[in-house]
Protein backbone atom coordinates (compact mmCIF):
# COMPACT_ATOMS: atom_id res chain seq x y z
CA UNK A 1 0.00 0.00 0.00
CA UNK A 2 1.20 3.58 -1.11
CA UNK A 3 2.63 5.04 1.82
CA UNK A 4 1.73 9.48 1.51
CA UNK A 5 3.38 12.37 3.23
CA UNK A 6 1.73 15.92 3.32
CA UNK A 7 3.94 19.31 3.07
CA UNK A 8 2.90 22.58 3.00
CA UNK A 9 0.55 23.83 5.71
CA UNK A 10 0.52 26.84 8.38
CA UNK A 11 -1.05 29.89 8.75
CA UNK A 12 -1.94 32.87 6.67
CA UNK A 13 -3.99 35.96 7.01
CA UNK A 14 -7.44 36.04 4.71
CA UNK A 15 -6.44 36.72 1.03
CA UNK A 16 -3.12 34.84 1.46
CA UNK A 17 -1.68 31.55 -0.25
CA UNK A 18 -0.32 27.92 0.62
CA UNK A 19 1.40 25.25 -1.56
CA UNK A 20 0.75 22.10 -0.90
CA UNK A 21 2.35 18.52 -1.66
CA UNK A 22 1.66 14.77 -0.79
CA UNK A 23 4.68 12.93 -1.50
CA UNK A 24 4.14 9.23 -2.30
CA UNK A 25 6.17 6.27 -1.68
CA UNK A 26 5.60 4.59 -5.12
CA UNK A 27 3.84 4.98 -8.07
CA UNK A 28 0.06 4.16 -8.35
CA UNK A 29 -1.46 1.30 -10.41
CA UNK A 30 -2.86 2.93 -13.59
CA UNK A 31 -6.09 3.89 -13.87
CA UNK A 32 -5.63 6.13 -10.63
CA UNK A 33 -7.20 8.93 -8.52
CA UNK A 34 -5.50 11.30 -6.00
CA UNK A 35 -7.23 13.89 -4.27
CA UNK A 36 -7.24 16.39 -1.31
CA UNK A 37 -9.52 16.22 1.56
CA UNK A 38 -10.05 18.47 4.40
CA UNK A 39 -11.82 18.45 8.09
CA UNK A 40 -12.52 21.15 10.04
CA UNK A 41 -13.18 20.14 13.79
CA UNK A 42 -16.59 18.90 14.38
CA UNK A 43 -17.34 18.09 10.72
CA UNK A 44 -17.03 15.45 8.25
CA UNK A 45 -14.08 15.01 5.77
CA UNK A 46 -15.06 16.54 2.59
CA UNK A 47 -12.81 16.23 -0.86
CA UNK A 48 -11.75 19.54 -2.67
CA UNK A 49 -10.23 17.94 -5.17
CA UNK A 50 -9.04 15.76 -7.36
CA UNK A 51 -7.03 14.36 -10.13
CA UNK A 52 -7.05 11.44 -12.32
CA UNK A 53 -4.13 9.53 -14.02
CA UNK A 54 -4.88 11.08 -17.51
CA UNK A 55 -4.85 14.63 -16.18
CA UNK A 56 -8.48 15.22 -15.63
CA UNK A 57 -9.67 17.42 -12.46
CA UNK A 58 -12.39 17.86 -10.55
CA UNK A 59 -12.87 20.61 -7.88
CA UNK A 60 -15.78 21.31 -4.95
CA UNK A 61 -17.53 24.20 -5.58
CA UNK A 62 -16.04 26.24 -2.50
CA UNK A 63 -12.67 25.77 -3.78
CA UNK A 64 -13.34 26.31 -7.99
CA UNK A 65 -11.21 29.36 -8.96
CA UNK A 66 -9.17 29.78 -5.88
CA UNK A 67 -7.47 25.72 -5.42
CA UNK A 68 -5.41 23.94 -8.03
CA UNK A 69 -4.81 20.33 -7.94
CA UNK A 70 -1.63 19.07 -10.12
CA UNK A 71 0.98 16.54 -10.17
CA UNK A 72 4.60 15.67 -11.00
CA UNK A 73 4.80 12.23 -11.97
CA UNK A 74 8.34 12.01 -12.12
CA UNK A 75 8.49 12.83 -8.63
CA UNK A 76 5.06 11.06 -7.07
CA UNK A 77 4.29 13.94 -5.89
CA UNK A 78 0.72 15.21 -5.83
CA UNK A 79 0.23 19.35 -4.93
CA UNK A 80 -2.87 21.57 -4.07
CA UNK A 81 -2.29 25.44 -4.56
CA UNK A 82 -4.66 27.32 -2.88
CA UNK A 83 -4.69 31.26 -3.68
CA UNK A 84 -7.39 33.68 -1.97
CA UNK A 85 -7.88 32.04 1.27
CA UNK A 86 -10.28 32.31 3.44
CA UNK A 87 -11.25 31.43 7.26
CA UNK A 88 -13.90 28.76 5.72
CA UNK A 89 -10.90 27.01 4.19
CA UNK A 90 -9.69 26.26 7.95
CA UNK A 91 -9.04 22.48 8.20
CA UNK A 92 -6.69 19.39 7.97
CA UNK A 93 -5.77 19.03 4.69
CA UNK A 94 -5.34 15.15 3.86
CA UNK A 95 -4.08 13.59 0.72
CA UNK A 96 -5.54 10.17 -0.47
CA UNK A 97 -4.75 7.96 -3.29
CA UNK A 98 -6.92 4.85 -4.68
CA UNK A 99 -5.49 2.46 -7.10
CA UNK A 100 -7.15 0.38 -9.95
CA UNK A 101 -10.08 3.19 -9.93
CA UNK A 102 -10.26 6.58 -12.04
CA UNK A 103 -12.24 9.92 -10.72
CA UNK A 104 -14.51 9.81 -12.86
CA UNK A 105 -15.05 12.78 -13.54
CA UNK A 106 -16.54 13.51 -9.80
CA UNK A 107 -15.79 14.17 -6.06
CA UNK A 108 -15.23 10.97 -4.46
CA UNK A 109 -16.45 9.84 -0.36
CA UNK A 110 -13.53 9.11 1.42
CA UNK A 111 -14.14 5.39 1.65
CA UNK A 112 -12.85 5.08 -1.89
CA UNK A 113 -9.55 5.90 -1.44
CA UNK A 114 -7.32 3.49 0.26
CA UNK A 115 -4.30 5.34 1.10
CA UNK A 116 -4.23 8.35 3.23
CA UNK A 117 -1.57 10.57 4.49
CA UNK A 118 -1.43 12.07 8.42
CA UNK A 119 -2.66 15.61 7.52
CA UNK A 120 -1.29 18.79 7.44
CA UNK A 121 -3.35 21.79 9.42
CA UNK A 122 -3.91 24.99 7.38
CA UNK A 123 -5.26 28.30 9.50
CA UNK A 124 -6.13 31.35 8.01
CA UNK A 125 -6.98 34.56 10.05
CA UNK A 126 -9.08 36.96 9.10
Known amino acids: QVQLVEFGGGSVQTGGSLNLSCSAS????????MAWFRQAPGKGREEVANIANLGSTTYAESVKGRFTISEAHTKNTLYLQMNNLKPEDTAMYFCAAGAYMGCAGRLRPPGDFGSWGQGTQVTVSS
Open 26 to 33: TRLYIPYC
